[in-house]
């Protein structure tokens, strides 16, 4: 399992941007911060609440959500349902759990991807990993706070909001 230290693989995937087109999504974007999330299914009920909400990291980071689910299911997913149908960040399409695989992140009875969440620095290095269980949402606002955090460069205590002092 890739954890946090190691350099997240870079592989290509296809997606759905926010027009819903059908784009080449690289993993990682060069010199930029980036929160790659994963999600188990297309067409589910907790998904599209955990997708709303990571948009909100995107002025601070580039953000792709992924699942198993192919480029063609989430373009239909994103017409029919409300929640995400104007999302502003990508959704991937990891076909074959490659990607998910790789990361050790597959649940094994289910054969879907966890609740994983991984914040990336510039140089492709995973500085945060935090994985739920299936029937767990996560929550968007911790994931934006631990991200400026990361980005403050100094010792951020528990709980450490944006404009805090430094521990230490």
């Known amino acids: 399992m890739y954890s946090v230290g190691d350099t997240f693989p870079a592989l290509n995937l296809q997606g759905v941007n926010e027009l819903n087109d059908i784009v080449h ?4 974007v060069p010199s930029m911060w980036s929160v790659v999330y994963f999600y188990p299914k297309d067409f589910t009920f907790i998904c ?5 909400a990571m948009d ?7 953000v792709i959500g992924i699942s198993g689910d192919n480029e063609f299911c989430k373009i239909a997913w994103k017409q029919s349902n409300s929640l995400i149908r104007d999302i502003d960040h990508i959704l991937a399409a990891d076909c074959g759990l490659k990607l998910s695989e790789k ?3 597959v649940d094994p009875q289910e054969n879907v991807c966890l609740r994983a969440t991984y914040i990336i620095d510039p140089d ?5 990993l935090s994985i739920n ?3 767990t949402g996560r929550n968007a606002e911790e994931i934006l706070r631990t991200l400026k955090a990361l980005k403050a460069g100094g010792l951020t205590g528990c709980g450490w ?3 805090d002092e430094f521990v230490g």
């Not at 599209?48 to 709303?52: H, Y």
């Not at 492709?124 to 945060?128: A, E, R, W």
Request: charged share 25%.
């Open 133 to 135: 269980a299936l029937d």
């Open 25 to 28: 999504v690289d993993v990682l």
């Open 103 to 105: 990361l050790g992140i």
């Open 124 to 128: 492709g290095v995973i500085q945060h």
């Open 56 to 62: 909100s990291l995107k002025e601070e980071a580039d």
């Open 48 to 52: 599209p609440t955990e997708i709303a």
């Open 161 to 163: 909001s944006e404009g």
